[in-house]
């Protein structure tokens, strides 16, 4: 029989205390019970529930993460629970209860540093999606499952997602060495479980526009369309390769000026409002003549 180990770990939610294992004590899969209703499937997750101050569980490969309510603090109380989940794993008690494994999609997914530190791209090779989606927070993700789950984890800050990728945005407390396994893999289970990335409706909503005016109802004179088009053709499959999009905002004839919205990895990117703004510009200048004189660039 194998003897389990615990080894606690602090998080950068001081609410959220990680307990790891030197053993997988699940297959593939992560769960994350808010209640012992929810928990009817774990018996360790319903032992842990009666702890009073437990307010949520996360079941992993190697780890159980617990959040905790503010009734007490970890300090006081982690040596007990670790103690605890040691003495439950070494008597051999389930942790899950398995269904029936429904059957699995086949994904791969690895991860990708992008020219922005703070953000980390993981592709997919499979299409996950049929256009851009940004999130800037989970009450915007309340249209996508997959964003929700990763603003449950307490250093993601932005998720943009599109074609065969998905982009992260962390807060600076984080680091990618510690994280990008925990990310690769929710991901990927996510997806593997045959799980739904964004809503039918969503993506119904996005079809029908895919720049900011269009999505407005604000028709597009010829020359803001030439310049779609260009953007489409020349920039975006540049720009996506670095985890990023662009999208046209609008074209003022008079000041010859052209607005553009970065996202993804390019939003808040040190170098991308400038190296963009310029390589964006030189472009359509010699595409366009006389018509651009200035590209200016926001961070969506």
Known sequence: MKEYVITVK????????????????????SYE??????????????QLFYLPFIKTVYVAGNFIALERFDIVQWDDVKDEVAQQLVDYLNAGEPVILEDVPSTKVAVTIYAEVTPNPAVMKFVANKKLVPAAFEF????????????????LLPFVKE????ENYISVSKYEVADWNEITMELRELIRNHIAEGNEIVSEKSISVQKNGTTV??????????????????LEEYVKPAVASDGGNILFQSYDSQLKTVNVILQGACSGCPSSTFTLKNGIET??????GDKVEEVIAING
């Open 283 to 288: 472009m359509l200048k010699n595409m366009m």
């Open 159 to 162: 998720v943009f997602m599109d």
């Open 33 to 46: 019970f808010k209640n012992v209703d929810e928990a009817k499937n774990s018996p360790l997750a319903q």
């Open 136 to 151: 800037k927070n989970i009450d915007e993700a309340k249209e996508s499952e997959l964003a929700k789950k990763l603003f």
């Open 213 to 230: 005016e269009a999505e407005q109802g604000v028709p597009h004179d010829e020359t803001s369309q030439q310049i779609i088009q260009i």
């Open 10 to 29: 602090e998080t950068n939610n001081e609410a959220i205390l990680k307990f790891e294992t030197n053993h997988f004590i699940t297959t593939n899969t």
